[in-house]
């Protein structure tokens, strides 16, 4: 027998047990992390709201009939309550007719406004450091704390009982500890010592317990993160940001905002249900959880809030919190074929559900294991009429998701009675539409005629007020819509999305012949290489942004790097484009464009060549910006976007980036992601930047189009 090692027998059963409080003291932390949120957030609050006294005269101090000698603190340069609130006693006490009685009403009433003023106060944060002082970025910094150690959290939570147990079994199994303790002890106290180590050996080299090491590590690194890569962590995940300062630091959107239209005993009783997003991956915003909720507790319903919103997030939410109490449910999600691809990745990015993407060739393999495994299939209205029979009456849908919902606003279409037919099969039915529906009334009419036709006849009924407050309120229980105003006031004013496109037959020919000819001009034009534009992907999702854009009032500027795509475009969308900005276009002309653009009508777009409308013009006519293919250099996309998100711009900026899957797109959103760090790094150092991002390119050319020849060589033999 080998002879044992006391102090360090010791030694490992003292870190055991430091290691077990330490991994309890990982969740015993949260609390105090909340609290830290809160203290910042109220001290913020506060400072903005001292900040804010300058805006209200001294003249308010005359409405306290304190008894205060305004005239005389005027006189003595004291013109606001920001200034006076900097004044000692011992200035004001020299001000003629200013005694102790009056400094006290004096600094009670500046009090009083102070209070108020940090009651309505939004606390911002900032992505630039030089926007923010020491205040905001220590609200950040708990913020980021508090995210970090959530996510720690969360991955923690499963070992956190088998680790407890496990260690304080060896902390409690009578393991000899001294010398002499052994010297005294008998040969089963002894055979028992040395199975408990031989135990915690193999412990202590096992997977799990390295596991466990590396959470605590991870939980430490984000205490000690700089200021840099706070900031960093913040203009990545700026949504997360606000939500946990909505949630936890007590910032939240006032109710009316979210719930104007829905009377408050129904709003209650749907905030009353418990959400369960254990596997969700992602944070919801407070009225997005509110708008899962909604979904889950009124289970057939109008979704409609505003483009850009959200509203996929919410329904993968409520998928989720009905995943996690029935495993095996099935689900399916009908929408039209251009973003079916879309739908397939957002369910992917935020839960673990089983997705089946039905649709072309691999259709009937996708149903299979649809039908045996459960899950999510995604599937397009063209589609439904070869497998809603196979659903009808054999797979019941814990949740149907209707995309787009106005596809089906005609009763007689082929298309209207497919989805009709699953009505019965359906648990919960979710439709969804970027489509203000009050304004159209009698199609409002027929969608809700599916899902709840109980309130049909009373909707028509009162349809002449639908403009009316009071109508709002009746479509309460079965139609929700928010607007972006309402709710997202406190965000960066721009937010992107990549819009994924599933490449037709005639987008995937020219593409091949683009990789064989090694023509890397030519792949970055994928989906616009044909000669008309009725069968490209891209042109079909770019079609139905302008409508919803269009619907909601907006207009829209288009870059792409490519005069050709420009040009084709411009044929594909005459009826809508006031006229485009190339190399070619005169200085004096390109300015004529964009005052066109401000007073042409809502849906209005304008074309932009990126290297010519994308500096030197402002273009806040425009609200949404469609990019139609990946930039070589970030610098470009963002010059580009500033254009629209400038001084003066008055409402919020949506960025669509248009994506073919399995393509040099996907392939350079990667690459740009790359770039986009190195960018960042030498943003101060722009020729070191260009250099660095140049050569890159270059070389990355050469490999990817290499790869891309052996990917397709067999698609064209």
Known sequence: ?????????????????????????????????????????????????????????????????????????????????????????????????????????????????????????????????EENNELSFALMEALSIYRHHELVRRDASPLRENLHYTIQGFLSAGIIKSRLKWFFSSKTAKADTISTLNTMTVFIKSPFYERVKN?????????????????????????????????????????????????????ESIDALPLDLDCFRGELRAYQTFGTKYILHQKKVLLGDEMGLGKTVQAIAAMSHIYSAEPDSFFLVVCPASVLINWCREIKKFSPVNTFLLHGFNLEESFAGWQERGGVAVTNYESMGKIVERIDNHIRLSLLVIDEAHYIKN?????????????????????????PLENHVEEMCSLIDFIRPDMSSKIKGAAQLSHAAQFRELLAPVYLRRLREQVLSELPEFEEENEWCALTDEDRSAYLMAVQEQNFTKMRRVS????????????????????????????????????????????????????????????????????????????????????????????????????????????????????????????????YHLLCENTIDEAMMELLEEKQLQFDTFADESSMAEATMNLVDKEWISDFMEAEKKKYALAVI
Request: aromatic share 6%; hydrophobic share 40%.
């Open 411 to 435: 009763p007689e279409a082929r298309r209207t009675k497919h989805i009709h037919m699953l009505e019965n099969e359906a648990e919960r039915i979710l439709m969804m539409t970027g489509t």
């Open 1 to 129: 027998m080998e002879k044992l090692n006391f102090k360090e027998i010791n030694n490992l059963l003292a870190g055991l047990e430091d290691l077990d409080r330490s991994f309890e003291d990982m969740f015993l932390s949260r609390d105090g992390e909340e609290e830290a949120i809160r203290s910042s957030s109220r001290v913020l609050a506060m400072e903005n709201a001292r900040a804010s006294l300058s805006q209200i005269p001294i003249e308010e101090l005359k409405k306290a009939r304190a008894g205060i000698r305004v005239a005389s603190l005027e006189e003595a340069g004291f013109t606001d309550l920001e200034k006076l609130s900097h004044a000692s006693n011992w200035e004001l006490s020299s001000i003629d007719g200013i005694g102790e009685k009056q400094i006290e009403s004096i600094r009670n009433i500046i009090a009083e406004f102070t209070n108020r003023l940090a009651s309505y106060s939004s606390v911002r944060l900032s992505g630039k450091e």
């Open 528 to 655: 616009f290489l044909q000669d008309g534009l009725s069968s490209s992907s891209k042109a079909l999702r770019l079609k139905e942004l302008c409508a919803e854009a269009k619907a909601e009032r907006r207009k829209i500027l288009i870059y792409s790097f490519f005069r050709e795509t420009i040009s084709k475009l411009h044929t594909l969308l005459e009826d809508v484009c006031i006229g485009e900005i190339t190399g070619d276009t005169p200085i004096n002309a390109r300015q004529a464009l964009i005052d066109r653009l401000t007073g042409a009508e809502d849906g209005s777009l304008l074309l932009c060549q990126i290297q010519a409308g994308g500096t030197g013009l402002n273009i806040q006519a425009a609200s949404i910006v469609i990019f139609c293919e990946p930039q070589i250099k970030p610098s470009l996309t963002a010059q580009a976007i500033s254009r629209v998100y400038r001084m003066g711009q008055v409402r919020n900026v949506l960025v």
């Open 215 to 267: 959470l605590l590590a991870g939980y430490r690194e984000a205490m000690e993160l700089s200021r840099s890569e706070v900031l960093a962590d913040f203009n990545a995940n700026v949504v997360d940001y606000y939500t946990l300062l909505e949630r936890v630091g007590g910032q939240r959107i006032e109710k009316p905002l979210i719930y104007s239209s829905v009377p408050a005993e129904l709003a």
